[in-house]
């Protein structure tokens, strides 16, 4: 599984470079990712040395699946507000907030 997907998808939404389309591309990558972790934690079950290894894959698999869906609603907010018309309405001060926790996130 590849970190930089859910890294990539966050840092596009908080840095404001969202989209309107319905599944992003990152989007989908990182639902097979979680469906290629299912099948490691699988088999991560049947082995007897990496039992311990298989709690924590669950944790991540689990972790992930909340991110999915709270990415795609910050998506749609953030799209929404780049193309409201209203001044003054504090969108750069929440653009800026969103920036600096891309940066503190490292995304």
């Known amino acids: 599984m590849d970190h930089g997907d859910a890294g990539a ?3 596009e939404v908080l840095r404001g470079e969202v989209t309107d389309q319905a599944v992003p591309l990152v989007r ?6 979680v469906a290629a ?10 082995d007897p040395e ?3 290894f298989a709690s924590g894959a669950g944790e991540l698999r689990g972790r992930l699946l909340l991110l999915l869906p709270v990415l795609s609603s910050l998506n749609d907010r953030m799209y929404a507000i780049t193309r409201e018309d209203a001044v003054g309405s504090g969108r750069q ?4 907030v969103a920036h600096e926790i891309a940066d ?4």
């Open 50 to 52: 990496a039992r311990a």
């Open 28 to 33: 989908q990558k990182l639902a097979a990712d």
């Open 104 to 107: 503190w996130i490292g995304v």
């Open 93 to 96: 001060d929440l653009f800026l």
């Open 9 to 11: 998808w966050a840092g």
């Open 37 to 46: 972790l299912d099948a490691l934690i699988t088999q991560l079950a049947h």
